[in-house]
């Protein structure tokens, strides 16, 4: 018998030794590697493989046949069936629904809300397939008591407080204390659910995860989280490199065996990226990234990965008493008050994926009191703010260089797309010269180093939603094919050009009243 051999397995980078040592070789952390039992496996047989193709490549016996594989004309196709979600925000980053059998990673800071969506989405889903909602954080107490105050799982009795549907009498109270018509109506609306197809199983050990698989075969499983799960056999903590491996890699082979839809729940380090091995990633069908500002009400669910699908889809939530609820325009979140312009504001279309986004520009421009100006970005690149800056500078002659300029896109939606350099160099002219931009004019185009605007992609569907909201005008890159729109179109080829179109000349109320602006504004309008 062979004798039993130790490697040891760094935590951080997956790097195996054949000793300990104090910093990891491959990543150079400390104390990061961990003692691990090897085990060993019997070899496979070559079955003279090399004998058979040797020589001009013709085998000496009969012509050879394929065991299991088959060519492309064999393959049967078939559109792949997918289940509905329950919420449409989800279904479209994952590219349509649920694909059955397949394996979806979200990640997110703590605290965020995966939870929330994954037991509303269980919830959900529950209503038509058999759902395992497995929780390695949380007891079942405590699951019950977060479910509860989502309206998740309850049994509609003569003990529950849901209002009464229309129609529908209450058979413990005597018929004059029955709600009238108009109560109905006033009363909300909340389904009953029975919560009967759905499980909760508070479990961290992993071969007692796969035996209630195997017993209960649930069409979806839901694992909360896979740091959390652990594997007997392995000497490591749970949430090691090793662990999260393992317990991913048996989890898979039950799912796809079973057809088993499984949704795991990651946590992230503190640089944002999910914690583990990256070969966690590349294990999944699909991995989703829930985002946002704990301190907003709205949350970004995107995708980097999907196998059915398109990556870099969003979809977007607003997180409420009740749990979080669907955003379906997305732009009346990000657009601010129209009705209430201010200096320094210009609005763009942003596309993430396939979704355009209108989205409200802030800019405000001051005298510095520090040797350096200041330059801060929320929700704006900050190095694409820098590099506009100096082509105002430069190409136009605003003398930004003495001046602290700060950006901020409306609710913190990350807009870094080349397509919103326009409408940051307009909001900063216009808070420049304090002037304001017409609300119903949309901004889009890339600003070049030599002051060009140049063309962006997908411009036919910014300008819909730009005319879907209601926008009148539209400064674009000149070049480009537009479609027939109640928009007025005005294209330009450089910045100033921009500058002239967006913010027109605007007459003092003082015309003794001397501003240091005037000269430059005077300049820009020569031009």
């Known amino acids: ?21 104090g910093q990891c070789p491959s990543c150079k ?18 079955r003279g ?22 060519t492309f ?20 980053v994952l590219g349509g629904g649920v694909v059955p059998g397949s394996l979806v990673l979200i990640g997110g800071d703590p605290g965020i809300g995966k939870s929330t969506l994954l037991l509303q989405v269980a919830n959900q889903m529950s209503q038509n397939y058999r759902v395992l909602y497995v929780c390695g954080e949380e007891s079942g107490k405590q699951v019950k008591l977060r479910a ?21 009498a209450d058979e413990t109270k005597s018929p004059t204390t029955n709600p009238t018509e108009e109560e109905n109506e006033k009363a909300p609306r909340r389904p009953p659910v029975d919560g009967a197809n759905l499980y909760v199983l508070a479990e961290t050990d992993l071969e ?73 990633e590349h294990l999944v069908d699909t991995v989703l990234y829930f985002e946002g500002d704990r301190f907003a009400s709205h949350r970004l ?22 749990g979080l609820r669907e955003v379906p325009n997305p732009s009346e979140l990000f657009m601010g008050n129209r009705d209430e312009a201010a200096p320094g504001t210009a609005m763009v279309v942003a596309c993430e994926g396939t979704r355009p986004i209108v989205v ?54 990350n807009v870094a797309e080349p397509a919103v350099d326009l409408g940051i160099a307009i909001a900063v002219v216009a808070s420049f010269r304090d002037r304001i931009v017409d609300p119903g004019t949309v901004l889009i185009g890339e600003v070049g180093l030599g002051g060009q605007v140049r063309a962006v992609s997908q411009m036919e569907l910014r300008l819909k939603e730009a005319a879907k909201l209601g926008f009148k005008r539209a400064i674009v890159p000149k070049g480009q094919k537009f479609p027939e729109l109640d928009l007025e179109i005005i294209q330009v080829s450089k910045v100033i050009d921009a500058i002239v179109a967006a913010i027109p000349a605007q007459p003092r109320e003082d015309e003794d009243e001397f501003s240091p602006y005037d000269e430059i504004e005077a300049a820009i309008l020569d031009d």
């Open 301 to 322: 669910l995107r995708s980097v990965k999907n196998r059915f699908g398109a990556t870099h889809e969003i979809g977007i939530f607003e997180m409420i008493h009740q």
């Open 148 to 168: 509860s105050r989502l309206g998740v799982g309850i049994t509609q009795d003569v003990n529950s407080e849901l209002p009464l549907l229309e129609g529908e």
């Open 208 to 280: 007692e995860i796969l035996k209630e698989l195997e017993s209960l075969k649930p069409n979806l499983a839901v694992i909360d989280s896979i740091q959390t799960v652990y594997f007997p056999n392995l000497t490591s903590a749970a949430g090691s490199v090793a662990q999260v491996r393992e317990c991913t890699s048996a989890l898979m082979k039950v799912a796809k065996g079973a057809d088993i839809t499984l949704l795991i729940v990651g946590h992230v380090t503190k640089e944002g990226a999910i914690a583990g091995p990256k070969v966690l």
């Open 29 to 46: 952390s400390w104390n990061s590697l961990e003692e691990q039992l090897v085990t060993h496996s019997a070899a496979l047989p070559s």
């Open 1 to 21: 018998m062979a004798k039993p051999r130790t490697t040891y397995v760094c935590n951080e980078c997956g790097g195996e030794s054949s000793q300990w040592y």
């Open 360 to 413: 409200e520009l802030q800019a405000l421009v001051s005298p510095t009191s520090y040797p350096s100006p200041r330059r801060s970005t929320t929700g704006v690149d900050y190095n694409r703010l820098q590099q506009i800056l100096a082509v105002l500078e430069k190409r136009v002659g605003i003398p930004l260089s003495k001046l602290d300029a700060y950006v901020a896109s409306a609710g913190g939606l």
């Open 73 to 92: 004309p064999q393959i049967i196709d078939g559109q792949e069936e997918r289940w509905f979600s329950g919420y449409g925000e989800l279904d479209r």
């Open 49 to 70: 493989l090399q004998s058979s193709h040797r020589g001009n490549g013709k085998s000496a016996g009969k012509a050879p046949q394929p065991r299991a594989s088959l």
